[in-house]
């Protein structure tokens, strides 16, 4: 069964660093999302990306979070300089059309020190 | 009043039980209704997406959505030890940002 490939499964960072999450959705998927969970809290949208533009975002997305699809086949999301409650697990979703549910991926467990 | 509202549980119950899950919302517009299962660490796997109002069965699980009373309910029958994990309810509006219960942990005793 097709499914979503994030990397790394665990990074760990330290504070004001940059990292880069990356995703693969599935291959003929054209709705792309990043989700964060915070250890003990709900599952949050951050990011929704398609046609190469971000159609949503929510209100935790701000100027240091930044998504790309630099190929046709990656789906990154970047965090400029990381502060302490960045640490979270990262989740990135993809789905054929608006109507399916979507596929997750493992998620990436960033560690901000 | 939360957007969307799921007993944390924990739940605990023996195997072969029938087990009952259930998320209440305050958005009348949510039109998708979905439930994820997450193992420890790794992320929600889609189990159930109903449309609107009704029933719909895939094997053991069964999912209800009451719109009228914004209610939507997941339904396990002869539960086993491996269906021991966290049961997200997950909603949207269209194409909008899904959003997430809590999540209810489940235990299933052998």
């Known amino acids: 069964e097709p499914e979503v490939t994030q990397t790394p499964s665990h990074q760990v960072t330290q504070m004001g660093q940059e990292v880069i999450l990356r995703c693969v959705p599935i291959s003929n998927h054209l709705y792309f999302y990043w989700y964060r969970q915070i250890l003990g809290q709900k599952v949050e949208f951050l990011v929704s990306?398609?046609?190469?533009?971000?159609?949503?975002k929510s209100e935790i997305f701000d100027d240091q979070f930044s998504v790309e699809r630099p190929d046709g086949s990656n789906f990154t999301l970047k965090i400029r300089s990381t502060k302490l409650e960045d640490s979270a697990m990262y989740f990135c979703?993809?789905?054929?059309?608006?109507?399916?549910?979507?596929?997750f991926g493992s998620g990436t467990r960033l560690t901000v020190v | 009043q939360k957007e969307v509202e799921q007993d944390p549980g924990p739940l605990s119950v023996p195997e072969g039980a029938i087990v009952s899950l259930n998320c209440t919302y305050s958005?009348?517009?949510?039109?998708?209704f979905m439930w994820y299962r997450q193992y420890s660490r790794k992320g929600p796997e889609l189990l159930m997406y109903?449309?609107?109002?009704g029933n719909k069965e895939d094997g053991r699980f069964t999912a209800q959505v009451d719109k009228s009373s914004k209610y939507i309910s997941l339904f396990i029958r002869d539960s086993q030890p491996s269906d021991s994990a966290t049961y997200l309810c997950a909603m949207r509006q269209g194409a909008q940002k899904l959003v997430f219960g809590q999540g209810t942990r489940l235990t299933i005793n052998p």
């Open positions: 990306f398609y046609n190469n533009e971000i159609s949503e």
């Open positions: 979703a993809s789905t054929r059309a608006e109507e399916y549910g979507y596929t």
């Open positions: 109903t449309y609107s109002s």
């Open positions: 958005n009348s517009a949510f039109q998708y």
